[in-house]
Structure formats: C-alpha cells, structure tokens
C-alpha cells in the first residue's frame, strides 16, 4: 500500500478515485500515557490502510494530519487505485 502526502506519485498515474477516508487511533484513553505520539500516528496509518483497502484500493494520496490532540491524531486522505505510468 502506497501512502503518501503527495497529490501525484512519480511513475504512476490514478486510474480511480475511491473517494476520501479517514482514520484516528481509538486507544482507551486510560492506555495513552503508555505509547508515544508517534506510535498513535502509526496505529492511525494502519488504519487508514486497512479502511483502503476494503475499498479496493492500492494506495491513499494526499494524506493530511489533525494533530491538535497529539494522543488522537486524524489522518484523512485519499483512497486511489495506481498503475504505472506507460507514457
């Protein structure tokens, strides 16, 4: 699965749009104070992976960050299908 921040991905061009998806990290609150910030992005990531690929995609362009709450961040993106760029 391909994420990136990047509206565009070198060498490959998007042949569908799956629409926009988004996803958080639900850790009990109580369990917080456990993990770091960067370990709450990544369980985030996964997720927004995991909500791609149900959707049929193989890559989510354009991702964004809401880190107002850094122990709840919100990843939002795109969910895409890529092929390689023939031309």
Same mark, same amino acid.
């Given at each position: 699965?391909?994420?990136?921040?990047?509206?565009? &991905?070198?060498?490959?061009?998007?042949?569908? #749009?799956? @629409?926009?998806?988004? +996803? &958080?990290?639900?850790?009990?609150? +109580?369990?917080?104070?456990?993990?770091? @910030?960067?370990? /709450?992005?990544?369980? %985030?990531?996964?997720?927004? /992976?995991?909500?791609?690929? !149900?959707?049929?995609?193989?890559?989510?362009?354009?991702? /964004?960050? #809401?880190?107002?709450? !850094?122990?709840?961040?919100?990843?939002? @993106?795109? %969910?895409?299908?890529?092929? #390689?760029? !023939?031309?």
């Amino acid at each position: 699965m391909i994420t990136t921040t990047l509206s565009v &991905y070198p060498g490959k061009k998007i042949v569908k #749009d799956l @629409g926009i998806i988004f +996803a &958080y990290d639900d850790t009990l609150r +109580a369990t917080r104070f456990l993990i770091d @910030g960067e370990e /709450c992005l990544e369980i %985030a990531l996964t997720r927004l /992976c995991e909500k791609a690929k !149900k959707r049929g995609a193989n890559a989510v362009m354009g991702i /964004c960050f #809401d880190l107002r709450d !850094k122990m709840r961040p919100v990843l939002i @993106g795109t %969910a895409v299908v890529l092929e #390689d760029d !023939k031309d």
